[in-house]
């Protein structure tokens, strides 16, 4: 099906990288074979690191007319296996494009090189009073090329969206080695076909970004935080309910359950508060006012009292808001601390289905005796659902885990969810897409990506096979 990269294509990658940026040995091989889903790992022939975007240009035209694979890859924090190449081939990071060009504080934009890690460019822009909202978990490891692969939200998307709602423009390289440069710096565009939002969320199949420019809003001067612990779902559920309801718009508004807060604590080797509460709900509150976040924050403080919040802790400086979020920052490595072997699911519904949602995943966990902990981000009706694996032997593990994942995708869609709210499709889930979408959605994205890569090449096997 693909070529295999021989020694004169390894040459001619050399010659368009320079020799320090191909690399070949087995430690790198092994480093490039995985992201961050656990159980997957495919090798790659070769590693090219590229600087600019002719460079990404020319390997494709190789690639293309030789029919080697290419599989894009940022910070490799995916979850859903988006950077593993399965077919082998060329891994293309993007790593040493990691320059912030031009911080626009007249059009509020920002330039940047793809590998730009997230959490850099949200440092960046606060020293001129301004906010880039996404916040994923994993901000000082992913990349805002991956970000745009995979519309990255994180915990503030329930007040200021995903990264779909922050590409204005994009450089990109198609898999025939053509540049294209959507957009720009506008803050509106109605200009033929919705291309360049064609590309957020493809999860690397249709094109490499190489640059992007992003829109920025002003830096909120005020945050304040707030844990509150309940005793059951139910309880919390209401309070999350009526909060959404309240009109006020939390900056984020997640939970974790009571395994994972121990789970925290074994990872973190430190109490966490309220470990006794079956689920811990964190919000947090910013604006320009003080008095206007003060009423608000009372008035929540009341929505979870009302609903049987067991108490409330606030933390309005910094460091203490920092050592609130500690715990549901280090979750999924405390999840990985008690049970290296995970599966980590990422479902979404409407936020007035969370509880259904978490009583039929409690519900799936007891039919398949099967320890399930949940976290997530309930302002979003995101649930972040992990199977662990523990001392479940092989056999039993390969065997139900798969029913069970497939009751938790039935239940969600049931629900008018989706099957994944922000880590993709990629190679973990793609069994499942015709749980959620139809057969004409998918033959439409089957022909999209035809045309825009008819030899196949980019990135192979991801979302689905053609
Ligand atoms: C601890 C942890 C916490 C996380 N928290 C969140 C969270 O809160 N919210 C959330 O949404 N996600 C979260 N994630 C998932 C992950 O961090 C995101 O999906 C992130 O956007 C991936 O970026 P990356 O640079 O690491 O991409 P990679 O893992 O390298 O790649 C991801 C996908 O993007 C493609 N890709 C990479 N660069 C490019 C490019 N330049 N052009 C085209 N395609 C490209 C790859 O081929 C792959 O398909 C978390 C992951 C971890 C490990």
Not at 65 to 84: M, N, Q, Y
Not at 219 to 230: A, G, H, M, Q, R
Not at 233 to 247: E, G, H, P, T, W
Not at 324 to 330: D, G
Request: charged share 25%.
């Amino acid at each position: 099906m693909y070529n295999k990269v021989t020694s004169r294509i390894i040459h001619t990658l050399k010659e368009i990288v320079g020799e320090t940026n191909v690399l070949l040995s087995e430690t790198d091989k092994d480093a490039f074979s995985h992201d961050e889903t656990t159980g997957l790992k495919h090798y790659p022939e070769v590693i090219v690191k590229t600087h600019t975007t002719e460079e990404i240009a020319k390997v494709f035209s190789i690639a293309n007319k030789e029919k080697i694979p290419v599989t894009p890859r940022g910070g490799g924090t995916g979850l859903s296996g988006g950077a593993v190449p399965i077919y082998g081939g060329i891994v293309l990071s993007t790593q040493n494009m990691n320059k912030i060009l031009e911080i626009d504080r007249d059009n509020l934009m920002a330039v940047v090189e793809a590998g730009v890690i997230t959490g850099e460019l949200r440092r960046e822009v606060e020293k001129y009073g301004l906010f880039y909202p996404i916040n994923p978990a994993s901000l000082d490891s992913c990349t805002i090329g991956g970000n745009i692969a995979e519309a990255t939200a994180g915990a503030n998307t329930v007040k200021y969206g995903t990264t779909r709602d922050y590409v204005c423009g994009l450089e990109a390289v198609l898999p025939n080695g053509e540049i294209i440069k959507m957009g720009g710096k506008l803050v509106k565009n109605a200009t033929g076909y919705g291309l360049m939002h064609l590309l957020v969320g493809s999860e690397g199949t249709l094109a490499i970004v190489s640059k992007a420019i992003l829109r920025l809003i002003p830096l909120p001067k005020e945050k304040v935080n707030l844990l509150f612990p309940f005793n059951d779902l139910i309880s919390c559920s209401n309070a999350i309910r009526q909060i959404i309801k309240s009109k006020i718009t939390p900056t984020a508004l997640d939970f974790m359950d009571k395994g994972c807060v121990k789970a925290c604590e074994q990872f973190l080797k430190r109490e966490v508060p309220f470990n006794q509460a079956e689920i811990h709900l964190l919000v947090e509150l910013d604006g320009n006012n003080r008095e206007s976040l003060e009423e608000e924050y009372i008035k929540i403080g009341e929505i979870c009292s009302e609903n049987g919040a067991l108490d409330a802790l606030i933390a309005e400086d910094r460091p203490t808001q920092e050592r609130l979020w500690e715990a549901r920052k280090n979750v999924r490595e405390a999840l990985m601390f008690i049970s290296p072997i995970i599966d980590e699911e990422d479902v979404v519904v409407p936020r007035d289905e969370l509880t259904h949602l978490l009583e039929g995943i409690n519900k799936i966990s007891k039919k398949y005796s099967l320890p399930i902990l949940n976290y997530g981000h309930p302002g979003d009706g995101n649930v972040h659902v992990n199977i662990l694996k523990r001392d479940i032997d092989d056999k039993r593990w390969t065997e139900v885990v798969p029913k069970a994942v497939e009751d938790i995708f039935k239940l969600t869609v049931s629900l008018g969810g989706m099957i994944s709210g922000e880590h993709g499709i990629g190679i973990a889930k793609k069994n499942y897409l015709s749980l959620a979408m139809d057969k004409t959605q998918i033959e439409l994205m089957k022909k999209i990506k035809r045309t825009f890569d008819p030899n196949n090449i980019l990135n192979p096997g991801k979302i689905f096979d053609l």
